[in-house]
């Protein structure tokens, strides 16, 4: 399910990968052991982002919304993963967007260590982003071509002075580039000068200057080769693990999810349809979509193939600009029934063990490779 890569020409070789570190692998090993969760740190609660629908050139007028978010739910403890997962356009982006206050909700509440951040003032939302930074899904377009890899990542440092002082921050730049894997020296150079795997650890390098606690990872490396992958969730572990960062991880890629992931959410046209530990929602999903989802993740282990039933989901995916009523999956749904076009299911649990917004939700056995 890897997107493809970026043919970039490398500055240098990407650093070596371990032995054995391609993205099925480490996905095969499971989420890393880790210790006991801290406090929750953000909560999510019915957060929405309406983009309206114009029409008219002088004049305009609004004539309807795209409902990209419509109500998420989430919480994200000290030292935690969470991964979003969901197919393209269902609202993951934007999501990430609204909790590095890039967007402005349209409704909904994200509460930082008890405060609102929907409220807060100027000077407020200036110590907000520099407690949660972002690490955008294009190495490439993420970073200012005309500027060096040292000025990008130093360039939060002109905002927040008292992280580094003028005199040491050539220092410091060099220290965070050799933390993710670059040559320090290489501060000078310019992001065309790298390889896509290369520009995404100045990326990482640059969320980092600012000593967050949360970084919000929108599609790290979909764009990036499986090996070159690997490396960069890796780096992402190494650097919790030093740090105590807390991650949400968006993706496409269910095994990636699954390798860095303590929770998982699955989200669909807006709205998350289930949530749970990743032992939990890959082990015995238990919404339909989710279900859908699984089946589509390739067996690399050959004993293991024509052990489940591949699940085909018919029609296409609404419109976020005008989704079904009821449940917004019932269209595509083979559980569908009066209910399910009448009242939207609530995410609770029904008895699987986990949440799950399905009127009907019923846990599934999901062949999966070993942990």
């Not at 403890?77 to 990430?96: A, D, N, P, Q």
């Not at 909700?105 to 000077?123: A, E, H, M, N, Q």
């Not at 730049?173 to 290489?186: A, S």
């Not at 310019?190 to 290369?198: E, K, L, N, T, V």
Request: aromatic share 4%.
């Amino acid at each position: 399910m890897s997107e493809p890569s970026t043919g970039a020409t490398a500055a240098s070789a990407e650093p070596a990968a371990s032995a054995g570190s391609t993205a099925s692998q480490a996905a095969a090993g499971g989420a890393s052991t880790r210790g006991a969760l801290g406090e929750t740190l953000l909560e999510v609660k019915g957060l929405k982002k309406h983009f309206p629908l114009t029409r008219g050139v002088v004049l305009k007028r609004t004539v309807g919304h795209v409902r990209a978010v419509d109500g998420v739910d989430l919480t994200l403890r000290r030292g935690e993963t969470v991964g979003l997962v969901g197919e393209s356009g269902c609202g993951k982006s934007t999501v990430s967007k609204l909790l590095v206050a890039l967007e402005k909700p349209t409704d909904g509440s994200i509460v930082y260590k008890g405060r609102d951040v929907t409220k807060l003032s100027k000077r407020g939302l200036k110590g907000y982003r520099r407690e949660v930074q972002i690490i955008f899904q294009d190495p490439y377009a993420s970073l200012n071509p005309r500027m060096t890899v040292g000025d990008i990542v130093a360039e939060g440092w002109s905002v927040h002075a008292d992280i580094a002082p003028r005199k040491g921050r050539l220092q410091r730049t060099q220290e965070l580039l050799e933390r993710v894997g670059l040559n320090p020296d290489y501060v000078n150079r310019y992001p065309h000068q790298f390889s896509g795997g290369q520009r995404q650890r100045i990326g990482i390098a640059r969320a980092l200057a600012l000593q967050p606690e949360i970084i919000v990872c929108d599609e790290p490396v979909s764009a990036l080769d499986v090996s070159v992958q690997a490396q960069v969730v890796n780096l992402l572990e190494d650097l919790q693990d030093d740090f105590g960062l807390s991650y949400l991880f968006i993706a496409h890629d269910l095994s990636v999810v699954r390798h860095i992931s303590d929770r998982v959410a699955v989200m669909y046209l807006g709205s998350v349809v289930e949530t749970g530990t990743d032992a939990e929602v890959y082990g015995a999903p238990s919404h339909p979509y989710t279900q859908a989802l699984l089946s589509s993740v390739p067996l690399h282990e050959p004993k293991l193939r024509g052990q489940r039933d591949r699940i085909l989901l018919s029609g296409d995916v609404p419109s976020p600009a005008n989704p079904p009523s009821g449940c917004r999956f019932r269209t595509r749904c083979w559980k569908a029934q009066d209910i399910c076009a009448e009242e939207p299911p609530a995410l609770v649990d029904r008895g699987q063990g986990h949440p799950a917004a399905c009127h009907f939700a019923e846990a599934r056995p999901a062949v999966v490779e070993g942990r």
